[in-house]
């Protein structure tokens, strides 16, 4: 394509976020889309940002807020447990409400606000009741919309409700695995899984991944898809982004020395010298099946795509 004819950087990101609403000209209605920097700096050149103009300039609800610790990647005797962690700047913990606690209580949401512990927008939602609490944002949600969780709602974006009553073909999210267990699945930032059938006591679900699975019905889900569906284009552009977010440098095995790790040793830039990669500990690495619960394999009708 001839440089003069080239579609603008927003439109390409538009189009890769698989929004087909995104034309010429104008703002998708979905894509609050990346910021980018002057290139004052090789690293501004290539960083990116979400664009967080959406949300409220506010401070966090200090009633919602919990210290967090920080542990370096260490274990309860102090020693290192999880490699290339330490540092980092210094966060409060948000209290989400992932299940039910505002069962049957009309809330309305008066802000929307950045989570620095997850990469989903979090909305906070005054309830009838005179109590506040987060959520999880979805896609579309926005100040001063009404939200209910119950039993059976309205099919709308932010309502929380059970599968069985969810119709086939919607997009939901913060998904119950065992009722009363609040929302484990399918919360990160720009995912959602969409209801497929209802097949007795189950709800099929198709995942994020691809895999289709069995849920009992009478799990809760929240309408809609997670919010902030642009943070997978986040480009750090420099070490020190990753230092902030508590990310040390990671070293790689055949680098190390034999004592180290089984890819370590040799003159000068060598091969592993073995058959397969190997973790520090010795285990087979890269392409090895974890999956250990077998007794959930009944609730998957169909793996995901490799």
């Known amino acids: 394509m001839c440089r003069s004819h080239s579609p603008p950087a927003t439109l390409c990101i538009a189009l890769r976020a698989g929004l087909p609403e995104a034309e010429l000209g104008q703002k998708p ?28 300039k506010k401070e966090p609800e200090k009633s919602l807020l919990l210290p967090l610790k920080k542990t370096g990647g260490r274990n309860q005797y102090g020693r290192i447990t999880v490699r290339f962690r330490g540092g980092g700047v210094k966060r409060m913990y948000r209290i989400i409400n992932f299940g039910e606690e505002k069962i ?36 579309g949600l926005k100040v001063g919309d009404e939200i209910i ?36 699945l399918v919360r990160a930032a720009g995912t959602s899984a969409k209801v497929l059938a209802h097949e007795g006591k189950y709800t099929h679900l198709k ?11 009478e799990c809760f889900a929240s309408i809609g898809a997670v ?33 180290d790790h089984p890819h370590g040793g040799g003159e000068g830039r060598t091969g592993i010298g073995l058959k397969y990669p190997k973790t520090p500990w010795g285990k087979p690495a890269l392409g090895v099946k974890t999956r250990k619960r077998k007794h959930t394999d009944k609730f998957i009708i169909q793996r995901r795509k490799k």
């Open 29 to 56: 209605k979905e894509c609050n889309v990346m910021k980018k920097y002057s290139p004052t700096t090789p690293a501004r050149r290539h960083a990116t940002i979400e664009d967080r103009s959406i949300l409220t």
């Open 104 to 139: 049957n209580i009309p809330g309305k949401v008066v802000a929307l606000e950045y989570d620095p512990n997850r990469t989903a927008f979090i909305a906070l939602v005054e309830y009838q009741d005179g109590t506040k609490g987060y959520i999880l944002a979805p896609q």
């Open 149 to 184: 969780c119950a039993e059976k709602a309205e099919i709308k974006v932010g309502n929380r409700m059970k599968l069985k009553y969810i119709p086939v073909g919607t997009e939901v999210h913060n998904i119950e695995l065992v009722p009363g267990q609040k929302g484990k």
């Open 207 to 217: 995942m994020p991944s691809g895999e289709i699975r069995k849920v009992n019905s």
């Open 227 to 259: 919010s902030n569906p642009e943070h997978r284009y986040v480009k750090l552009g420099k070490a020190g982004r990753a230092r902030l977010k508590g990310r040390r440098p990671h070293v790689r095995g055949s680098a190390m020395n034999p004592v």
